[in-house]
């Protein structure tokens, strides 16, 4: 049995599980309530929304969800003859030979670099192709998970496409014309995109994420083993800042590496530094890089920005002093219109 139509729109992730409860699916509606619990196991997912949602036995909630599978992908590339790709194969074998994704093993969808719309063979292929997906099996656990935690999901997404979309349509609503540096740090690796409005010019990865980072702490503080480290690290109980240039020095090179080409092909200056998903405890990170790479650190402003989706907030739900995870959730409430093409010259960012 679902319940009412009231909506909550779910971001879960590695860290955290961020929610927020809607009066409906698509805008205009009021934003009635937010509330954010550690990442957890479906029943403390669920009893999370039955809270919010007011659920009684056997009843699940209508929802919007993105999701984070560790095996994600992002990736921007250049197809040199597009006309191509409306050949099956020859579409499986250039995912496969460019990313090192296999399409009998992966969610893979394609879209059109400068629209944002999903590319077929039907609507054809364009020179510049974003392509997206995730492990199937992967996506399977994270479906039984939803269904777990008495979810009834109105839409599926990828959390780095949502909060892609959702960043790149506040730039636009902000006229915040620099480029802007997105950055997802995961346990294993990282993501590095590249915004210039709403268009997406840049998306790779990184091999290095957190779990490097617990060598140096287990070193640096003499504690006995990485477990000890990694415990500590997420414990909210030491300030790493000082530690921070020694911590973050690798995943620093691969983006001064990725925002110096990007500046070298395009002439553009990146401006502002965006960091998703990452704990409360860490956002120290932001700052830190911020200042390594001389730029500035975006702090979204979401009550405007909403607004102007036809979202509002009902009194008592207070939004304004949200932090800047919360832009992944606030990007599934947007209906993005299709951008016309153009031909703008953009980095060829291949992975």
């Given at each position: 049995m679902v319940k009412s139509r009231k909506v909550l729109f779910l971001e879960i992730s590695e860290y955290s599980v961020l929610a927020a409860r809607t009066?409906?699916?698509?805008?205009?509606f009021t934003i009635e309530a937010v509330k954010e619990i550690p990442a957890g196991s479906p029943d403390e997912i669920a009893a999370m929304v039955s809270e919010m949602m007011s659920l009684t036995a056997g009843q699940y909630a209508h929802s919007v969800v993105a999701i984070h599978?560790?095996?994600?992908?992002?990736?921007?590339?250049?197809?040199?003859?597009?006309?191509?790709?409306?050949?099956?194969?020859?579409?499986?074998?250039?995912?496969?030979?460019?990313?090192?994704?296999?399409?009998?093993?992966?969610?893979v969808a394609v879209l059109n670099a400068e629209s944002g719309q999903f590319a077929t063979s039907e609507t054809g292929y364009t020179k510049e192709l974003i392509f997206a997906g995730a492990p199937l099996d992967e996506i399977k656990a994270r479906q039984q998970l939803v269904v777990q935690a008495s979810?009834?999901?109105?839409?599926?997404?990828?959390?780095?496409?949502?909060?892609?979309?959702?960043?790149?349509?506040?730039?636009?609503?902000?006229d915040i014309k620099s480029p802007t540096l997105l950055l997802e740090v995961t346990q294993e690796s990282s993501q590095v995109f590249i915004l210039r409005g709403t268009q997406?010019?840049?998306?790779?990865p990184i091999p290095h994420g957190l779990n490097s980072m617990f060598p140096i702490v287990q070193q640096e503080l003499g504690l006995k083993d990485e477990e000890s480290a990694r415990k500590l690290f997420y414990s909210n109980t030491f300030d790493f800042t000082e530690m921070g240039p020694a911590l973050l020095k690798k995943i620093l090179k691969e983006l001064q590496s990725s925002t110096g080409f990007y500046e070298v092909q395009t002439g553009?200056?990146?401006?502002?530094?965006?960091?998703?998903?990452l704990p409360k405890n860490l956002s120290w990170m932001s700052g830190l890089l911020a200042r390594s790479l001389g730029i500035d650190t975006l702090k979204p402003e979401y009550p405007e920005w909403l607004r102007g989706m036809g979202v509002e907030a009902a009194p008592g739900c207070e939004l304004a002093a949200l932090d800047s995870r919360w832009l992944g959730v606030f990007g599934l409430m947007g209906k993005y219109e299709a951008k016309p093409e153009s031909k703008t010259e953009v980095a060829n960012a291949r992975a």
């Amino acid at each position: 049995m679902v319940k009412s139509r009231k909506v909550l729109f779910l971001e879960i992730s590695e860290y955290s599980v961020l929610a927020a409860r809607t009066s409906g699916l698509e805008p205009p509606f009021t934003i009635e309530a937010v509330k954010e619990i550690p990442a957890g196991s479906p029943d403390e997912i669920a009893a999370m929304v039955s809270e919010m949602m007011s659920l009684t036995a056997g009843q699940y909630a209508h929802s919007v969800v993105a999701i984070h599978p560790a095996g994600r992908f992002v990736r921007r590339a250049t197809m040199e003859n597009p006309a191509k790709a409306k050949d099956p194969a020859f579409l499986a074998e250039y995912v496969h030979s460019q990313f090192q994704v296999d399409p009998a093993k992966n969610v893979v969808a394609v879209l059109n670099a400068e629209s944002g719309q999903f590319a077929t063979s039907e609507t054809g292929y364009t020179k510049e192709l974003i392509f997206a997906g995730a492990p199937l099996d992967e996506i399977k656990a994270r479906q039984q998970l939803v269904v777990q935690a008495s979810l009834y999901p109105e839409r599926l997404e990828l959390g780095s496409v949502a909060t892609i979309a959702g960043l790149g349509s506040y730039l636009a609503s902000e006229d915040i014309k620099s480029p802007t540096l997105l950055l997802e740090v995961t346990q294993e690796s990282s993501q590095v995109f590249i915004l210039r409005g709403t268009q997406l010019d840049l998306a790779r990865p990184i091999p290095h994420g957190l779990n490097s980072m617990f060598p140096i702490v287990q070193q640096e503080l003499g504690l006995k083993d990485e477990e000890s480290a990694r415990k500590l690290f997420y414990s909210n109980t030491f300030d790493f800042t000082e530690m921070g240039p020694a911590l973050l020095k690798k995943i620093l090179k691969e983006l001064q590496s990725s925002t110096g080409f990007y500046e070298v092909q395009t002439g553009q200056t990146i401006g502002q530094i965006h960091l998703s998903l990452l704990p409360k405890n860490l956002s120290w990170m932001s700052g830190l890089l911020a200042r390594s790479l001389g730029i500035d650190t975006l702090k979204p402003e979401y009550p405007e920005w909403l607004r102007g989706m036809g979202v509002e907030a009902a009194p008592g739900c207070e939004l304004a002093a949200l932090d800047s995870r919360w832009l992944g959730v606030f990007g599934l409430m947007g209906k993005y219109e299709a951008k016309p093409e153009s031909k703008t010259e953009v980095a060829n960012a291949r992975a």
